[in-house]
């Protein structure tokens, strides 16, 4: 399986900040990364598809970048609805595996 | 768009059967761009991919459950289901259907709300 490894395991930060997590797979992917989005009670949300491609209706303030093994994902400007869990997935190996995730709070 | 909606018991006694279903409105289930898949997320842990079928019912899953998972498909009903036999404690989760598009890096861009589904006798 491939492993992927997100840090930090969480992040206080208040709105305004510039929020960067990383992730990074044991083996190289090329851009096969994508980034959800959790809130609490809530499904997982797609945000980032192919390490920087940002899908249909998430606000700009969300990036990705990177490839190979090291990915990130920068919030340019956190909103109060962006305290969440960011969770990183592998689509390289057929045998998908998520990170650990990050959970942004409120500091 | 796409919506995707689990269904099952809340309650399943360890050593049996687990059984969900997903049902999908607003488009084709049998669409030959998307696969359909099942995540798991334990109380309090991070995601876990189950696996994913086609609507011609060609499956893929994941090594660590392989040996307990069966998938299907009723393209009549517009639904997909799980089968995860001999359950243990380690089994209890929210348990997600999603949509993965066959596009580039084949992202999960739709999901149920989830169900909760505890092992206990």
């Known amino acids: 399986d491939i492993q992927m490894t997100q840090s930090p395991s969480s992040r206080s930060a208040s709105v305004g900040d510039r929020v960067t997590i990383t992730c990074r797979a044991s083996q190289t992917i090329f851009r096969y990364l994508n980034w959800y989005q959790q809130r609490p009670g809530e499904a997982p949300k797609l945000l980032i598809y192919a390490a920087s491609s940002l899908q249909s209706g998430v606000p700009s303030r969300f990036s990705g970048s990177g490839s190979g093994t090291d990915f990130t994902l920068t919030i340019s400007s956190l909103q109060p609805e962006d305290f969440a869990t960011y969770y990183c997935q592998q689509s390289y190996s057929p045998a998908r595996t998520f990170g650990q995730g990050t959970k942004v709070d409120i500091k | 768009q796409l919506q995707l909606q689990e269904s099952g018991p809340g309650l399943v006694k360890p050593s049996e059967t687990l059984s969900l279903t997903c049902t999908v409105s607003g488009d084709s289930i049998s669409r030959s761009d998307y696969y359909w898949d099942w995540i798991r997320q334990p109380p309090g842990k991070e995601l876990e991919w189950i696996g994913s079928?086609?609507?011609?019912?060609?499956?893929s899953y994941n090594p660590s459950l392989k040996s307990r998972v069966t998938m299907s498909v009723d393209t009549s009903k517009s639904q997909f289901s799980l089968r995860l036999n001999s359950v243990t404690a380690a089994d209890t989760a929210v348990y997600y259907c999603a949509s993965q598009p066959m596009a580039v890096a084949k992202p999960l861009d739709f999901w149920g709300q989830g169900t909760l589904v505890t092992v206990s006798s």
């Open positions: 079928i086609f609507y011609t019912g060609t499956t």
